[in-house]
């Protein structure tokens, strides 16, 4: 076989088999073929797409280019969710307990922040002494335990992905649907999850900017899942805003407890419940998603839910008091107040200026070597459709840094203000089975 072979095929639109796409993608794992010709490969790919099958294909190259996590000592349906990435995105810290709670075992492997997006895993150091790594045993044990446990994601899950990834951000073939959706599904599959609930974001703070590219990628994830054996559902959600009011780490904790105590956005505990009922419905906790969603909304308004979020702080060895007294968590020197302009209606929220904002401030990383601050961030207090008056404070900017300004002006222009009441979209899209 050659590479300029499998270039040449993929140029004209024909379907490659698997053997041809994996000689690619291991090749190139193992320094045989060069960046050049992966690049061609993938910029092929770009213009002429993939079959179901070859998308599978590719996913299943991913995935056996590394380690994959072995979860068969965890007894039930191991349940996960992925979400495509989004701005105040703390989901997976709602989910986690609440699903736990019904005694569906939740082992969750989740990443860090890049860019204008947050990671859970980032969200979850905030908090003193919380344990990100644990060995594979305490990991299963945990989640045999206490039905739940959460780990950075291991060094070698999915080489070939995270090496063709890096390639795919220098030669302009990132927004590609069949090469995102493999990327996303192998590092799931490799995760060893049975079934998977996958969040995909639609909005100016998202990949996909329109609702008929987002249901193209569910599509596509669901069908890889489906024909890799994983019971695998997408619920497409919007992300033409912030989600909920708060976007950073610390004060992302602080929001998801109010989430967990029944005082959260109506925006993220309505796309939280959804996530958790169907991870409960795959499952085979709940028949249906209405018995679900009705059950999960009694246990967070029972107080079972912030407990069991306490008690998975408490396993992994951080400090749980910070449930009763959130003020605990890293707090900023300063939180500036950014006032209004005109009076109006909220129009629009920039999801992902607003995302760079809160990074300028401290909260995320530029490069994968900068460091976080944990208090840094940003409290919106105003959310798209609701009225604002000339002066009234629209955000707060947490942060330790003594120069603002720029993230003052970049969250001053992120906000659109009207005098007409916007259109509002609906939180929940579409689901796609
Ligand atoms: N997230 C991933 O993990 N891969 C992509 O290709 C895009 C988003």
Do not use: W
């Not at 000689?23 to 045989?32: L, P």
């Not at 990327?183 to 060893?192: D, E, F, V």
């Not at 530029?366 to 009225?387: C, N, Q, V």
Request: hydrophobic share 40%; charged share 30%; glycine share 8%.
């Amino acid at each position: 076989m050659r590479a300029v072979d499998i270039i040449e095929k993929k140029k004209h639109g024909e379907i490659l088999t698997s053997e041809e796409i994996n000689y690619m993608v291991i090749g190139y794992t193992e320094d045989k073929i060069p960046d050049y010709q992966m690049s061609a490969f993938l910029m092929a790919i770009y213009f002429m797409g993939m079959n179901k099958e070859e998308t599978s294909n590719l996913t299943l190259s991913f995935v056996n280019s590394g380690d994959r996590v072995d979860l068969s000592m965890i007894e039930g349906v191991k349940v996960d969710k992925h979400s495509t990435g989004g701005v105040g995105d703390k989901i997976s810290l709602i989910v986690i307990p609440l699903v736990a709670s019904v005694g569906i075992p939740v082992a969750k492997m989740s990443g860090r922040g890049l860019g204008h997006t947050g990671g859970t895993i980032d969200k979850l150091e905030s908090i003193e002494g919380f344990k990100v790594e644990l060995s594979e045993k305490e990991f299963i044990d945990n989640v045999n335990k206490y039905k739940m446990a959460i780990v950075g994601q291991s060094a070698n899950l999915t080489p070939a992905d995270k090496k063709i990834y890096s390639l795919r951000d220098v030669t302009s073939t990132v927004d590609s649907i069949p090469l995102i959706a493999s990327s996303i599904m192998s590092k799931k599959i490799a995760s060893g999850a049975d079934a998977i609930v996958l969040d995909v974001k639609v909005g100016s703070g998202a990949f996909m900017k329109s609702l008929d590219q987002a249901k193209d990628l569910a599509r596509k994830m669901v069908d890889i899942g489906k024909s890799l054996g994983r019971d695998t559902i997408a619920v497409i959600t919007n992300m033409d805003q912030p989600l909920g009011y708060e976007i950073g780490n610390a004060n992302e904790i602080k929001e998801a407890i109010r989430v967990l105590r029944g005082q959260g956005a109506e925006d993220e505990t309505k796309i939280a419940l959804t996530i958790a009922s169907y991870m409960c419905v795959l499952g085979g906790a709940f028949e249906s998603f209405d018995s679900a969603y009705k059950s999960l909304k009694d246990i967070i308004e029972s107080g079972k839910a912030i407990e069991k979020l306490k008690e998975l702080i408490e396993i992994q060895g951080g400090d749980k008091r910070i449930i009763d007294n959130p003020e605990n968590l890293p707090n900023a020197n300063h939180h500036v107040e950014v006032k209004a302009l005109r009076s109006g209606y909220i129009s629009f929220i920039d999801a992902e200026e607003i995302g760079i904002s809160a990074m300028l401030l401290g909260a995320g990383r530029r490069t994968k070597e900068d460091k976080i601050d944990y208090a840094a961030g940003i409290s919106l207090k105003k959310k798209m459709g609701e009225y604002i008056k000339v002066d009234e404070t629209i955000a707060i900017l947490h942060t330790n840094l003594d120069d603002y300004q720029v993230s003052y002006d970049k969250v001053l222009s992120a906000i659109n203000i009207t005098d007409d009441r916007p259109e509002m979209k609906d939180y929940i899209h579409e689901i796609i089975k």
